[in-house]
């Protein structure tokens, strides 16, 4: 019901910074928790954030914290990441991720429908 299209990655330094959009179609997407995951090469799909409808009281990844932003705009159905001081680590490709079931996760399965991904690589 949700289709889901990321934007916004791209080459950066090491303390830089970049903001990721994600676009959702659909009529539904205001009561969805909408997450953001990453995959460094050769290693899973970790989770980063997720945000509810009220957008109140985010969720992040403890290797995130102070440094990245997730907010939403349901007005304009999008959801974004303000990624600050990227380090190398922080380089992956980056999936939006829509949740329909209440409450914040950070397990994969639990969400419903996924963008196809846009690479951030941060360089030294």
């Known amino acids: 019901q949700v289709q889901l299209v990321e934007s916004g990655g791209g080459l950066v330094q090491v303390g830089g910074s970049l903001r990721l959009s994600c676009a959702a179609s659909g009529p539904t997407f205001s009561t969805y928790i909408m997450g953001w995951f990453r995959q460094a090469p050769g290693k899973e799909r970790e989770f980063v954030a997720a945000i509810s409808r009220s957008a109140a009281s985010p969720y992040y990844a403890d290797s995130v914290k102070g440094r990245f932003t997730i907010s939403r705009d349901s007005a304009k159905n999008t959801v974004y990441l303000q990624m600050n001081s990227l380090k190398p680590e922080d380089t992956a490709v980056y999936y939006c991720?829509?949740?329909?079931?209440?409450?914040?996760?950070?397990?994969?399965?639990?969400?419903?429908?996924w963008g196809q991904g846009t690479q951030v690589t941060v360089s030294s």
């Open positions: 991720a829509a949740k329909g079931s209440l409450g914040y996760s950070r397990i994969q399965k639990q969400y419903d429908y």
